[in-house]
């Protein structure tokens, strides 16, 4: 089994959705796990940081490229973002349910400081503005980020979107944290704003 094929059968939630809307979903996984070859052939050796998303982003873009070739746009955007929501859909309970813990809406909004800085930072490929520290709120901007980066050199700049409104989906109901955002470079704003504070 190739390394492409390996992180194709990572992302069986794709094939999943791609089942529901077409007979034709075992020969378009086939053509997708042949364009992730040829994406990752492309890019060649991606530092480690930045490989952690590379694995997310780039077998998207194959999946959404070759179905959009097929079925159009409409079709390759709603198998994408229905297994974001799927996938969100699994994560946001448990979530919640750590948050009605003690302490743990405190511990959470600390624990954003060192997290973004170490999966979201200048080694993972993004560019940030980070903000003085505020009891109860953590701030930060994302300037420059490898989804909108790679998507748009591949073609796809429209499912960045998917990725961004992943971060409303898990962060944005969850009992006594307000994640406030006002817009994000996949939907043509000048950056991402995450703020997350304590009601």
Same mark, same amino acid.
């Given at each position: /089994?190739?390394?492409?094929?390996?992180?194709?059968?990572?992302k069986?939630i %794709?094939?999943?959705?791609?089942?529901?809307?077409?007979? /034709?979903?075992?020969?378009?996984?086939?053509?997708s796990?042949?364009?992730?070859?040829?994406?990752?052939?492309?890019?060649?050796?991606?530092?480690?940081?930045?490989?952690?998303?590379?694995?997310?982003?780039?077998?998207?873009?194959?999946? %959404?490229?070759?179905?959009?070739?097929?079925?159009?746009?409409?079709?390759? %955007?709603?198998?994408?973002?229905?297994?974001?929501?799927?996938?969100?859909?699994?994560?946001?309970?448990?979530?919640?349910?750590? /948050?009605?813990?003690?302490g743990?809406?405190?511990?959470?909004?600390r /624990?954003?400081?060192?997290?973004?800085?170490?999966?979201?930072?200048?080694?993972?490929?993004?560019?940030?503005?980070?903000?003085?520290?505020?009891?109860?709120?953590?701030?930060?901007?994302?300037?420059?980020?490898?989804?909108?980066?790679?998507?748009?050199?591949?073609?796809?700049?429209?499912?960045?979107?998917?990725?961004?409104?992943?971060?409303?989906?898990? %962060?944005?109901c969850?009992?006594?944290?307000?994640?406030?955002?006002?817009?994000?470079?996949?939907?043509?704003?000048?950056?991402?704003?995450?703020?997350?504070?304590?009601?």
């Amino acid at each position: /089994m190739t390394a492409s094929e390996k992180l194709m059968r990572k992302k069986k939630i %794709y094939k999943e959705e791609l089942d529901q809307v077409t007979p /034709m979903s075992d020969a378009l996984w086939k053509q997708s796990t042949a364009r992730l070859e040829q994406i990752r052939n492309q890019y060649g050796e991606i530092p480690k940081g930045v490989r952690g998303h590379t694995d997310k982003i780039f077998p998207a873009a194959a999946v %959404y490229l070759t179905v959009k070739e097929e079925l159009g746009e409409k079709t390759a %955007y709603s198998v994408l973002e229905n297994a974001s929501v799927r996938l969100c859909s699994e994560v946001t309970p448990k979530l919640a349910k750590l /948050m009605r813990l003690p302490g743990m809406k405190s511990l959470f909004v600390r /624990m954003w400081d060192p997290m973004t800085k170490k999966m979201f930072g200048p080694e993972n490929g993004f560019r940030n503005v980070f903000y003085p520290k505020k009891k109860g709120e953590y701030r930060m901007d994302v300037i420059s980020c490898p989804y909108f980066r790679y998507f748009t050199e591949l073609r796809c700049p429209e499912i960045t979107r998917i990725f961004c409104e992943n971060d409303d989906r898990i %962060y944005g109901c969850l009992p006594g944290l307000q994640f406030l955002r006002t817009g994000t470079l996949g939907k043509g704003a000048e950056r991402c704003d995450f703020w997350m504070k304590k009601e």
